[in-house]
């Protein structure tokens, strides 16, 4: 059976190295190579250019340049196979810089190299660009199809709404015009499907929130968290019975303002919307660790079976029938993807009939600085 052939470039200056280079190479027991020797830099990049061979070997002087110069020009010029650099004498930091670049291994020419020795290097160099490749261009591929996802929600989202106010609209005018001549069912359906319409518009809302918050970069300002969650609560306006309460002299972060309050107001939102009862209290503050602020919103609500403690941070989950709850299932959804931006972490304590407490890490580091501690 005959072997695979291996186009095999060779740039180096020196004929009794390319006569020891291309001896090794004829020994080879498991590919075939085809060698190319160039003596000179060049020459070298052109016959580069020509994308035509399956592995390079630099050697490490080329006259006036070397391989280390060689290797970076065949990288700005989109090569993408595997280059190997080869040297006289072993030399650490020649060793260091060739590996940064993207070598894919330093040989030592010399008693130091051998048939074998060559032939597994290349052979294992090309296995290793090849896996690189592959994952290289799946990467690619996912961001281009993330991308997709979030520019498809945008504007499909965007595209729905003009017609759910324009139904929103007609139900107003039906119940304007002509609510008097409706009986009970008819004034029924009717607000059953204002409701509808709120419900989808809310989730509409919601979906573009959550595609937001990795498509749309907020500047980062300090913020004092204390001034936010006053702020914050008194735009949740909570029912009277409800006690909201700041248990902690809570901390300035250098963080986009817009995201932070948003996973303060779905938390402290949450725990209203779901108290199950006339009067509760919610408690909200913070304890600091050595490399992280950690955040807590407590609720004297209904609780949440453990069970469900994961799927509550899954998009569009809710955990009581659709035809019962506003819920969109998504608010929870986007304090998960905003925490987790900031390399944070979100879980949860629960307990039927006592309540809930949600809490999450921001981790302390030079993107995310407190300020005005004292």
């Known amino acids: ?67 280390l110069e060689l290797m970076q020009a065949a990288i700005n010029m989109g090569c993408n196979k595997p280059i190997i650099l080869l040297t006289g004498v072993g030399d650490r930091e020649i060793d260091q810089k060739a590996m940064a670049l993207g070598a894919s291994d330093y040989l030592v020419k010399g008693n130091f190299l051998s048939a074998t020795l060559l032939e597994r290097s290349i052979i294992h160099a090309i296995e290793r660009k090849t896996s690189e490749n ?23 989202s965007h595209d729905l709404k003009a017609p759910l106010r324009g139904i929103a609209s007609l139900a107003d005018w039906l119940q304007n015009d002509y609510g008097d001549r409706l009986d009970d069912e008819g004034r029924d359906m009717l607000r059953l499907m204002s409701g509808r319409v709120r419900r989808m518009s809310d989730l509409i809302d919601g979906v573009l929130q959550y595609s937001r918050v990795s498509r749309v970069k907020e500047n980062k300002t300090q913020v004092n968290l204390l001034r936010l969650l006053h702020e914050t609560i008194d735009m949740i306006a909570a029912p009277e019975g409800i006690q909201i309460a700041i248990d902690t002299e809570l901390p300035t972060l250098t963080v986009e303002k817009t995201r ?42 209904m609780g949440i079976e453990t069970r469900h403690f994961d799927k509550v941070f899954q998009i569009f989950q809710t955990l009581v029938p659709r035809d019962q709850s506003e819920s969109t299932g998504v608010g929870l959804a986007i304090v998960k993807k905003i925490v987790e931006a900031y390399d944070g972490k979100i879980w949860l304590n629960s307990e039927i009939g006592k309540g809930s407490t949600f809490c999450f890490t921001l981790p302390k580091s030079e993107a995310l600085v407190e300020v005005n501690k004292s």
């Open 134 to 156: 592959h994952q290289l261009k799946l990467v690619s591929e996912l961001a281009t199809v993330n991308q997709e996802l979030k520019d498809f929600a945008y504007i499909v």
């Open 260 to 301: 932070i309050q948003q996973v303060f107001q779905n938390l402290i939102g949450n725990a209203v919307k779901y108290m199950g009862k006339l009067e509760g209290e919610i408690h909200i503050g913070h304890s600091e660790k050595d490399d992280y602020w950690e955040f807590y919103v407590n609720d004297t609500g």
């Open 1 to 67: 059976m005959p072997l695979e052939i291996c186009r095999v470039l060779l740039v180096d200056d020196d004929e009794d190295d390319y006569i020891v280079a291309r001896d090794f190479l004829s020994e080879a027991e498991l590919l075939d190579f085809k060698l190319t020797w160039i003596d000179n830099y060049d020459d070298g990049l052109v016959e580069i250019g020509k994308k035509c061979h399956d592995i390079y070997l630099f050697d490490f002087r080329l006259g006036k340049e070397n391989g």
